[in-house]
């Protein structure tokens, strides 16, 4: 690892501890349907969960913005991301999108698209749609694989259309990299490019969920390595491709994302969950949650709980962090690659090759 | 007043770092800088995926402008 590298790992060290005496609350993610239409092989959500789960009613979300966030924040520097499920399943969601945007608040999604005709999308963007996120796992064959709906890909394309036509939403698409398609990387960039795509993140995907049952969709280690290179070679081209958050890379850090590694869990980010659970991302497991909306105050929450996200410590107590060099840098990874009894499902390092 | 100081040491933490890195020359936007681009890439499960914030300002405007 180079000098500066290294150095700068420090100073990032330095500046996240601050950042976790700060913790300015700058990502709030609301969890605000189950219901999905697509069935997808890699979810992490529990789709048996979600025929009976009914909907957060929004009074109740708004109510948390009014009376415990919004006394304590700028809403201009919180985005607040609707999450799901698939959020385009609530019929309430651009009443819901301009009730935060005249609060002030910029808020986005995550969408696959699917039911995103042009009508929706000029009726979100009127009422504040700020930023937004489309899922595209691959050429046509494989995302309708992955997605599990005839309709998938054409949805996705749709939707990706419809923001490069749109100068001012920041937009990007996310690629979950698998086995089948870790060999296709430059032609679904290709055809990315070709509608007009900028930003594209891809990621792995983890053992869990789903996903921990089939073994097709995850990446072995030279396929993971193949998957940085191939980033790296991508922005050397002047291309903006970026790893997930997830994950110290070592040697790769500063070269593969916009940022050094941090997990900003608890830290700069919070979340509402379906039933009210107060925690971070939302893929986070149930043992870290930290109170829920309809028992707790979350302001009183969010300053006085995430003790176990703001102290990461703990995650040194064992195997495989315990003796790790880069416990500095890292401090244990994501925390949603924790499991319930605190163990950890995946050090990228390690998969780097680089624990040595 | 503490909070105020570690803000503006994390600001100038932020400048070090990305001149120390860079993080080469697809980083358009300046994710450490007084107003941070809240850049937020995320975990492996896309219904649960996070997105970008924008560095947009303070007063924004109004949202007329979408596709006309
Ligand atoms: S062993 Fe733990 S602290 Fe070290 S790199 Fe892996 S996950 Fe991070
Ligand atoms: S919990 Fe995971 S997804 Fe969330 S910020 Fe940390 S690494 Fe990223």
Known sequence: MNVRLKIALWLERWRRQNLKELHPLQQLFWESTLRCNVHCLHCGSDCVASVTTPDMPAEDFLRVIDTEITPHVDPHKVLIIISGGEPLMRKDLTDIGRALHERGYRWGMVTNGLALTEKRFRELRQAGLRSITISCDGLEKDHIWLRQHPLAFEGAIRAIKLCAADKNLTWDVVTCVNQRTINQLPAIRDMLWSIGVQDWRVFGIDPMGRAAANPELILDDDQFRHLMDFIVSEREAGRHVSYSCEGYLGTYEGRVRDH?????????????????????????????????????????????????????????????????????????????????????MLCHLHRLGQTK | MRKKILSRINIALGSAIFALVGMNSCARQLLYGPDPVVKYGCPPDTTVVALYGVNMPVEEPPFTDTNE
């Open chain 1, 260 to 344: 050094l590694y941090q997990c900003a869990a608890g830290i700069s980010v919070a979340s509402i969950l379906i039933d009210g659970s107060i925690s971070a991302c939302t893929s986070i497991r149930g043992k870290y949650y930290q109170g829920n909306i309809y028992k707790d105050s979350f302001w009183q929450v969010w300053e006085e709980g995430f003790k176990s996200y703001r102290d990461r410590s703990w995650m040194k107590q064992s195997e495989p962090c315990k003796d790790c060099k880069a416990f500095a840098f890292c401090e244990g990874n994501g925390m949603h690659l924790r499991r319930e009894d605190g163990s950890l």
